[in-house]
């Protein structure tokens, strides 16, 4: 099995909010996922920052690709550091794909592209209740927030 990583185009939206939606369920989440197509194809048109890839598996037996998982990031600053930082915002794979080494090969197809732009690190969220995914992230060496938390406000409210 040979993965391959494909980087998404704006014409591919539609498809990245389909994998979008799809992680939205797996975390319990789909109520609260009220994008659409457009708002992902205008967020990756419109910003160049916003960028998305595609995992994929080619089936040498048919001869054809199957998209098993997904990423898509985008870029904040390290003031501290002085140079940007990749923020993961998504990243899933395909149950039927899983423990196969899809997560490793999108990890290490952003690995590249934090070096490619400079980055000093890459950077995202996880669910708390998502014990698979931390034990993943952990066995790449990744560390949690190391005394820091994730806060959210809706400026609505203010």
């Not at 690709?65 to 997904?70: A, N």
């Not at 990749?86 to 990890?107: C, N, T, W």
């Amino acid at each position: 099995m040979s993965i391959l990583i494909q980087e998404a185009t704006p014409a591919d939206a539609a498809e990245v909010h389909q994998w979008i939606v799809r992680l939205a369920h797996y975390e319990r989440l789909g109520g609260r996922c009220v994008s659409s197509s457009l708002d992902i194809q205008k967020a990756m048109s419109g910003f160049p920052g916003i960028r998305a890839a595609f995992a994929m598996i080619h089936d040498e037996q048919s001869n054809t690709d199957c998209r098993v998982g997904f990423a898509l990031w985008y870029y904040g600053f390290s003031s501290f550091a002085g140079r940007p930082v990749l923020y993961l915002e998504d990243i899933y794979v395909d149950g039927a794909y899983r423990f196969r080494g899809v997560g490793m090969a999108l990890f290490t197809y952003l690995a590249g592209v934090c070096r490619e732009e400079g980055c000093c690190r890459i950077q995202w969220s996880v669910l708390d209740a998502n014990a698979s995914a931390i034990r993943f992230y952990r066995s790449l060496g990744a560390q949690d927030g190391q005394g820091w938390s994730l806060m959210s406000l809706d400026p609505l409210l203010l």
